[in-house]
Nanobody, 126 residues
Framework: VQLQAFGGGLVQAGGSLRLSCAASRRAFSHHAVGWFRQAPGKEREIVAA????????SFADSVKGRFTISGDGTKNTMYLQMNGLKPEDTAIYYC????????????????????WGQGTQVTVSS
């Protein structure tokens, strides 16, 4: 299973970006998904997580109310919509997935994930 994240770029503070994560095959079937980010000199941190059935989501406090996570099973793609971007959102963003037999759980620990995308750079200027 391969994941490919794209959609990053340079945006001014207050702007929006939508990140996409495409799977090589039906990788997201019964897979919980998540978005992480890593800023220079910092550890990789959870941004958002979503259960396979889409009914459960979790967001880092720093992005609540600004970011949403969604998926399109027909396209084997998941998304991270980022609105109201701030300079502190600048980081490399990674998508991740792991199998979840229940389909109902999400995961916020990076060690719980099996598959990772290569990362896409998001830079927010002030």
């Amino acid at each position: 299973v391969q994941l490919q994240a794209f959609g990053g770029g340079l945006v001014q503070a207050g702007g929006s970006l939508r990140l996409s994560c495409a799977a090589s095959r039906r990788a997201f079937s019964h897979h919980a998904v998540g978005w992480f980010r890593q800023a220079p000199g910092k550890e990789r941190e959870i941004v958002a997580a979503r259960s396979w059935n889409g009914r459960s989501t979790s967001f880092a406090d720093s992005v609540k109310g600004r970011f949403t996570i969604s998926g399109d099973g027909t396209k084997n793609t998941m998304y991270l919509q980022m609105n109201g971007l701030k300079p502190e959102d600048t980081a490399i963003y990674y998508c991740a997935a792991r199998y979840d037999v229940t389909g109902r759980l999400y995961y916020t620990d990076r060690l719980d994930y099996t598959y990772w995308g290569q990362g896409t750079q998001v830079t927010v200027s002030s």
